[in-house]
């Protein structure tokens, strides 16, 4: 399949089918909500290195949005993010509206993320990860890819996207990417555009108490508690969550790789940022 036309541009089922009828050897996905970033560049073009073909979804899933958020300020720049695909060298945009993506309406069967899908953004945004999940899922089925490619700043995420494809069987490979970061730190995200330059500073605290604590990691409570000081001396810095856990999400260890993860609203925005963190 050629790309110097640009991408085949599929926003049906159909259409999608018949695209991917015409790629052998390996396919890899990058998933996206739009409002792309050097992150979704980053992603998409570790995809264009190990796969022979690659895939890229943009849509804006309904079913992870509470009542609350921010769908339809979801920000949607489909023209700037068909450059940034054709740069990267993707063969493939699906782009489907919701009424492709779920043409019985909500669907009554959700995939259920379990227990750790409850904990941290889960709780937080509750119902958040069954979209999710089940959006993956239906999109890993429907571009019938190889390998998928997800970013490590939605940590949570990767991790349950994961044990998903292990224990539902789904036989595709998940390759996380590191977190893209901004000269001063801060991790790349579609929200950051929502942020006031007095906020963007705010937002900087974020990744210095991740690597206040990932120095700090003697022990696991010196690395909470270093990164809870550096957070508590932004005052207007609203946080939610700061926790250390084993790679997978579960209870830290004495020794060993671990992962901070922090939340925090900066104004109306809400951020999330997490890094590896080795106990000694």
Do not use: W
């Not at 994961?162 to 595709?172: K, N, S, Y």
């Not at 909470?224 to 999400?249: M, S």
């Amino acid at each position: 399949m050629s790309r110097e036309a640009g991408p085949v541009v599929a926003r049906t089922r159909a259409e999608l089918a018949a695209a991917r009828a015409g790629m052998s050897g390996t396919v890899g996905v990058v998933m996206t909500m739009g409002a792309l970033h050097e992150g979704h560049a980053r992603l998409l073009r570790t995809a264009r290195e190990q796969a022979d073909h690659v895939v890229m979804t943009l849509f804006v899933n309904p079913l992870q949005f509470g009542p609350n958020e921010d769908f339809d300020r979801y920000p949607r720049t489909f023209d700037r993010d068909l450059e940034i695909a054709a740069a990267e060298g993707v063969d493939v945009v699906f782009t489907p509206t919701p009424a492709e993506m779920y043409p019985n309406g909500e669907p009554a069967v959700r995939v259920n993320p379990g227990p750790v899908g409850e904990l941290l953004e889960g709780a937080s945004r509750p119902g958040f990860f069954h979209g999710v999940l089940t959006v993956v899922c239906k999109l890993l089925h429907l571009t019938r890819a190889d390998i998928a490619y997800f970013g490590e700043k939605d940590y949570q995420q990767l991790t349950l996207i994961r044990t998903m494809v292990r224990d539902l069987d789904l036989g595709v490979e998940i390759c996380g990417v590191p977190t893209v970061r901004e000269p001063g730190g801060l991790a790349l995200s579609s929200r950051n555009r929502y942020l006031s330059p007095a906020e963007r500073e705010t937002a900087l605290a974020l990744s210095r108490a991740l690597r206040a604590g990932a120095v700090a990691a003697e022990n696991g409570e010196d690395a909470l508690a270093a990164a809870r000081k550096e957070l508590e001396q932004t005052a207007v810095l609203d946080v939610d969550y700061v926790v250390l856990t084993d790679p997978e999400l579960g209870p830290p260890p004495e020794h060993g790789p671990a992962r901070l993860l922090i939340a925090a609203r900066v104004g109306t925005t809400r951020l999330i940022d997490n890094a590896p963190v080795e106990i000694h």
